[in-house]
T-cell receptor, first 112, second 115 residues
Framework: AQSVTQLGSHVSVSEGALVLLRCNYSSSVPPYLFWYVQYPNQGLQLLLKYTSAATLVKGINGFEAEFKKSETSFHLTKPSAHMRDAAEYFCAVTGKTDKLIFGTGTRLQVFP | DTAVSQTPKYLVTQMGNDKSIKCEQNLGHDTMYWYKQDSKKFLKIMFSYNNKELIINETVPNRFSPKSPDKAHLNLHINSLELGDSAVYFC??????????????FGPGTRLTVL
């Protein structure tokens, strides 16, 4: 069965600091991996996805993630945080089935 | 020009009532989904439909019944509401057959509160 684990339910950074949100996956087949963002009181929006092409994936709003098979990881990064990045971030995986399996989410707080 | 819309945005009701949530997408997508997000923000798929045909039916109480009158609409009807049904329900759609790489586009959610 597929699963994702997001380490750290809350991450706090200062504006301008590096953002690192961690995601590890488990899958019995080559996975496809996604990062979604949820702003307060809104639906989810796709940030980026890995579909077995390039291992370094660039997304919207300056975010990127690197697929590392040896570490079963797909961590999300952004070099410089903005106040508008404050949101809930979800890592998700599809594996053997078409179902999108979400992690438990990481709340990012950005302080001025 | 909303891509995936849901009505109502908020729904407050008493235990035992029956309620419906409507979802519409104007993206021309073939597949639609319902997700439940609990109070801890955990998201879990409930159902998916492809061209009006039920594809995914997770272990959900049979008080929950999805209905897809056409491929642009997927409604969720809930009978005999219980306190534990309180959650945010999200509708989503994807272009193709709900394949493993498809991007899902989410609606704004419906916050259901059962008193």
């Amino acid at each position: 069965a597929q699963s994702v684990t997001q380490l750290g339910s809350h991450v706090s950074v200062s504006e301008g600091a590096l953002v690192l949100l961690r995601c590890n996956y488990s899958s019995s087949v080559p996975p496809y991996l996604f990062w979604y963002v949820q702003y307060p009181n809104q639906g989810l929006q796709l940030l980026l996805k890995y579909t077995s092409a390039a291992t370094l994936v660039k997304g919207i709003n300056g975010f990127e993630a690197e697929f590392k098979k040896s570490e079963t990881s797909f961590h999300l990064t952004k070099p410089s945080a903005h106040m508008r990045d404050a949101a809930e971030y979800f890592c998700a995986v599809t594996g053997k089935t078409d179902k999108l399996i979400f992690g438990t989410g990481t709340r990012l707080q950005v302080f001025p | 020009d909303t891509a995936v819309s849901q009505t109502p945005k908020y729904l407050v009701t008493q235990m035992g009532n029956d309620k419906s949530i409507k979802c519409e997408q104007n993206l021309g997508h073939d597949t639609m989904y319902w997700y439940k997000q609990d109070s801890k923000k955990f998201l879990k798929i409930m159902f998916s439909y492809n061209n009006k045909e039920l594809i995914i039916n997770e272990t959900v109480p049979n008080r929950f019944s999805p209905k897809s009158p056409d491929k642009a609409h997927l409604n969720l009807h809930i009978n005999s509401l219980e306190l534990g049904d309180s959650a945010v329900y999200f509708c989503a759609s994807s272009q193709n057959s709900g394949g493993r790489t498809d991007t899902q586009y989410f609606g704004p959610g419906t916050r259901l509160t059962v008193l």
